[in-house]
C-alpha cells in the first residue's frame, strides 16, 4: 500500500559529498514524518536524520554539521545531503516513513567511503 524508493547511493572518497533522495507513494496523507537511518554490517539501524511533518528536523550527533535533512511535501520525497563523508558513514541507508503507528521502509541505498 506504501512503498518508498531510495536513491543517490555510491562510492565517494573521504570528504567527499553525496545526496540521498526517497520517493514515498501510495495511501498516504498529510504531511508525515520522515527520515533517514544506516545499519552497517554487524550493527544495529540507528537513526541519521529525522524530519517532521512541521519541517523539524534532527541529526545524530555524529553527522551533525555534515549532513542537511529536507523535503518536498508536493512529492512525498526526503533528501539527505552529506557533505564532508568519513569511513565510519558507510552503510545501508534506509528511508522511513511514519504512518499513524507503523513505519513503512524502503530497500536501502549502499553508501561507501574510501580512503
Known amino acids: 500500500q506504501v512503498q518508498l524508493v531510495e536513491s543517490g547511493g555510491g562510492l565517494v572518497q573521504v570528504g567527499g559529498s553525496l545526496r540521498l533522495s526517497c520517493a514515498a507513494s501510495?495511501?498516504?496523507?498529510?504531511?508525515?514524518?520522515m527520515g533517514w537511518y544506516r545499519q552497517a554490517p554487524g550493527k544495529q539501524r540507528e537513526l541519521v536524520a529525522f524530519i517532521t511533518g512541521g519541517d523539524r528536523s534532527n541529526y545524530a550527533d555524529s553527522v551533525k554539521g555534515r549532513f542537511t535533512i529536507s523535503r518536498d511535501n508536493a512529492k512525498n520525497t526526503v533528501y539527505l545531503q552529506m557533505n564532508s563523508l568519513k569511513p565510519e558513514d558507510t552503510a545501508v541507508y534506509y528511508c522511513?516513513?511514519?504512518?499513524?503507528?507503523?513505519?513503512?521502509w524502503g530497500q536501502g541505498t549502499q553508501v561507501t567511503v574510501s580512503s
Open positions: 501510495g495511501r498516504i496523507f498529510g504531511i508525515n514524518d
Open positions: 522511513d516513513i511514519r504512518l499513524g503507528l507503523y513505519d513503512y
